[in-house]
């Protein structure tokens, strides 16, 4: 089993940044596949981003290219999402998971965060 808390959800300006956290525990060790997901109000759930717990290649959906970074320290068991250059379509509800993979799938991913809202003003 693996557990994961997120933080660093809030409100910004639209332009402005923030960075979300989620911290593992138990068996990260088994993870192939971290990745973050947003649900906004009325849309089902979509893949942001997804990193390999080893490092290397990273996956975006194309909203976010070139404005959002997803990282990981795994000794810290945790990865992040940067976002930058929000805007307020960017609002949502955002979860962290982990799992063996695709990246882009929901199916994906075996264990999930509570999510944690991100509100950007304009």
């Known amino acids: 089993q693996v557990q994961l808390v997120e933080s660093g959800g809030g409100l910004v300006q639209a332009g402005g940044s923030l960075r979300l956290s989620c911290e593992g525990s138990g068996r990260t060790s088994s993870v192939y596949a971290m990745g973050w997901f947003r649900q906004a109000p009325g849309k089902e759930r979509e893949f942001v981003a997804g990193i390999r717990w080893s490092g290397g290649n990273t996956y975006y959906v194309d909203s976010v290219k070139g404005r959002f970074t997803i990282s990981r320290d795994n000794a810290k068991n945790t990865f992040y999402l940067r976002m930058n250059s929000l805007k307020p379509e960017d609002t949502a509800v955002y979860y962290c998971?982990?799992?063996?993979?695709?990246?882009?799938?929901?199916?994906?991913?075996?264990?999930w965060g509570q999510g944690t809202q991100v509100t950007v003003s304009s």
């Open positions: 998971a982990a799992g063996p993979g695709p990246f882009y799938s929901e199916t994906g991913y075996r264990y």
